[in-house]
């Protein structure tokens, strides 16, 4: 059954919410700004998990409290993610993160609820070291890596939000906390910290997208904002600790793309084959042909599709490629944003995976791949020359591709970034 859309501003019931929710916070907040991001109304929802209640009505809600530590072991555990996220995060709380980051490792190469679950399980990693850290960002960041698709550096902006008490403080912090430190400007890791801002807004907001992407709009360059916006709705879409985004619907898998304002449509339409996927029950064709009529949007969309492939694959360079053959005239756009995926899923390592899977594809199409892996080394260097040497590196006939996507992804204005 899927809800009637309520309008901007009304009070859903969700009293479901409030019993399973006992750790709730009701601190008053403004949110009369939050009405110029995002138009009309708050998607229906269906399914057995309760909607977030979010700030709708003047309030925060946020759906995650401070990590607390237990006697919880691994040895406890067996396929249960939940236990396994709890043990892990103890480990790093207890002995630090690195130690249980280490462990952690070993047990993703044999383990397949681990593997199947890691970034989730990552997520606790980072938030547990954010709590032994004291809540200092800088230093809980430099202590973890990039493994399970920067899963460690999200799970600190988790709750790095939390005991705000209004918009302005709101702002305020998300402002402050990818500055300074050892975050180099537009480098990898300030990019997990602008895109971690994005789910942890939404996180401490209680899924109110409008309200987070209007803090979004407020931080200093457009590359800041638009990586902002791109983690607001990649948790809108991703539903965790027992609770759904009011800003979905299941009677269309694109909202709240066609409503949001034009200089966030982009990162929205780059999670929209996800939700497609999600609701035709995984059917990368009918996702494929759904990403092809949206025309001006399309290629967010494959390259949104590109990245559900590769996780999709387990980043298997053969199964990928067949599943960018169902894109059609959108294939490159599909194996730009499978390479963007690998590459940033583990840093240098994922740079050299992300190139062997351009050495196997189409002539046709192995430019557009390399600009994919270029996304990432526009990140990782921090100058164009270290980047044009980093491209060259990995392939001399499409340097010149992967060098210009290096250069502009960084650029400040993030037209041309990933988000």
Partial sequence: MVRTKPTMGSTPTRGTLLRALPFVLAVPVIVGVAVAYLVLSAGGQGGPLPVAQGSIGGMFHPVAGEF???TTTLEDCRADTGCLMQAFGNIAYRRGPKP???LFEERLATDPEVEKNCHRIVHTIGSAAFKRYGGSVARTFSQGSATCVSGYYHGILERAFLGISSTA????????????GDL???GFLDYQCRHGLGHGLMIQTGYDLPLTLSVCARLGTGWDRKACASGSFMENTDTRFGFRSPWLDDDDPLYPCERVGEHNQHSCYLR???RILTLS???????????????????ACFRGYGRDAAENARYAPERIRDLCELAAEGRANCLLGAART?????GAQGIRSAAALCRGAARAVRAACYSGVGLVIGMLHPT??????ACARITRVHQTSCTKAAIAEVDPSGRASWG
């Fill in 184 to 186: 180099r400007r537009r």
């Fill in 342 to 346: 690998i590459a940033n899923a583990s």
């Fill in 272 to 274: 929209a084959s996800w």
């Fill in 68 to 70: 607390e530590p237990d």
């Fill in 169 to 180: 403080h709101l702002v305020a912090v998300a402002r402050s906390l990818c500055a300074g």
């Fill in 281 to 299: 029950g995984g059917d990368f064709a009918k996702t494929a042909a759904a990403c092809a009529q949206l025309r001006v949007w399309a290629r």
């Fill in 384 to 389: 164009d020359a270290s980047r044009r040497s």
């Fill in 100 to 102: 249980a980051l280490a």
